[in-house]
């Protein structure tokens, strides 16, 4: 009898937590849908596996600092986890995931301000989706010439799951029936860079957005194409609330939200059109940061299977001997 009552109640707690865990991803699900959950581009991962969250100030007394292009917001808990296993000294790392161009002209040029405070403008580490900004950095002597790069990526389009508007490739973007939801020309090196030039190729750049180069956060086509703040955020929360029809993103964008289970899904763009020759992820050290040597062990982390099979996990490209190599640029 005993036993019975005890194989019963065995049972009865896995079937407990198996709702409780399904109970949870529902509400993560609901909660990413209802919120673009912008507070969680700015994480500070603790040796032990805390995570902390909003934490601006953390970005002047970590033990390493480093701003990042935002989309590969995916990778970094994984990332920064194994990295500090590794590194277990490094107790207090603040990663800021948001559009590169945002972090050079708002944070590192000048003194920005996140969610009324003050962010530092020194950080240890610097990424970027294009050379041209880290170039920028050298040429004003703020980052040291000899930085990396260490991953690519390429341009996909983003629909609601079921694909119910039928898009088929990036020419559908011309079509006068879908609302479209876009990174914004200013600040998201990923229009910025490369689905500016993608619409350019495709002889749809003045109907997509309007011939409006500085709109973020606004409509560029009237009810027809928005721009957004940050899109790695906003575009997949957009499509689930009925806001957009398609959006150009990351193809890693569309592997981690079906990782989610949201209600998206990708739709491929043609090799001929996608820049996923063009794309590569550049990181380098800045000169006044205050951790230099932790972040070259971070650099030097980057470049080992490890790191580069992470990445590659959540379907980026894995970067080339050749891009690896420290040298001057």
């Known amino acids: 009898m005993y036993k019975l009552l005890k194989a019963l109640g065995t049972a009865t707690l896995v079937a407990g937590l198996a709702a409780?865990?399904?109970?949870?991803?529902?509400?993560?699900?609901?909660?990413?849908?209802?919120?673009?959950?912008?507070?969680?581009?700015?994480?500070?991962?603790?040796?032990?596996?805390?995570?902390?969250?909003?934490?601006?100030?953390?970005?002047?007394?970590?033990?390493?600092?480093?701003?990042?292009?935002?989309?590969?917001?995916?990778?970094?808990?994984?990332?920064?986890?194994?990295?500090?296993?590794?590194?277990?000294?490094?107790?207090?790392?603040?990663?800021?995931?948001?559009?590169?161009?945002?972090?050079?002209?708002?944070?590192?040029?000048?003194?920005?301000m996140i969610n009324g405070q003050k962010t530092n403008m020194r950080p240890d580490m610097y990424a970027s989706v294009r050379d041209?900004?880290?170039?920028?950095?050298?040429?004003?002597?703020?980052?040291?010439?000899?930085?990396?790069?260490?991953?690519?990526?390429?341009?996909?389009?983003?629909?609601?799951?079921?694909?119910?508007?039928?898009?088929?490739?990036?020419?559908?973007?011309?079509?006068?029936?879908?609302?479209?939801?876009?990174?914004?020309?200013?600040?998201?090196?990923?229009?910025?860079?490369?689905?500016?030039?993608?619409?350019?190729?495709?002889?749809?750049?003045?109907?997509?957005?309007?011939?409006?180069?500085?709109?973020?956060?606004?409509?560029?086509?009237?009810?027809?194409?928005?721009?957004t703040t940050r899109h790695h955020r906003e575009t997949p929360h957009r499509i689930e609330n009925g806001k957009a029809d398609v959006g150009i993103v990351w193809t890693t964008e569309v592997i981690e939200a079906t990782r989610e289970n949201r209600d998206v899904e990708g739709v491929a763009i043609s090799d001929k059109y996608n820049k996923g020759s063009e794309v590569g992820y550049a990181m380098g050290i800045l000169k006044e940061g205050k951790n230099q040597k932790n972040a070259q062990r971070y650099l030097d982390y980057l470049k080992t299977d490890a790191a580069q099979n992470i990445y590659a996990s959540y379907g980026f490209a894995k970067a080339s001997a050749e891009d690896l190599t420290q040298k001057m640029r």
């Open 20 to 112: 409780s865990c399904a109970s949870a991803g529902s509400d993560m699900k609901a909660a990413s849908k209802k919120n673009a959950g912008h507070d969680h581009d700015y994480r500070t991962f603790i040796t032990g596996g805390t995570i902390n969250y909003g934490k601006i100030s953390d970005s002047y007394d970590a033990e390493l600092v480093m701003y990042l292009a935002g989309n590969q917001f995916m990778v970094m808990e994984e990332l920064i986890q194994d990295f500090q296993g590794k590194n277990p000294d490094i107790k207090s790392i603040y990663v800021e995931t948001i559009p590169p161009g945002q972090i050079l002209k708002g944070q590192i040029l000048k003194q920005g």
């Open 132 to 227: 041209k900004h880290l170039k920028k950095l050298v040429k004003k002597d703020i980052m040291n010439s000899d930085w990396i790069i260490y991953t690519h990526n390429k341009l996909e389009l983003m629909v609601a799951k079921g694909n119910p508007k039928n898009v088929k490739g990036a020419a559908d973007l011309g079509r006068d029936d879908l609302v479209q939801s876009h990174p914004n020309p200013l600040t998201e090196g990923i229009f910025k860079f490369y689905g500016s030039d993608m619409l350019k190729d495709l002889g749809l750049h003045a109907k997509v957005t309007g011939n409006d180069t500085k709109c973020k956060g606004c409509w560029a086509v009237q009810d027809k194409v928005w721009f």
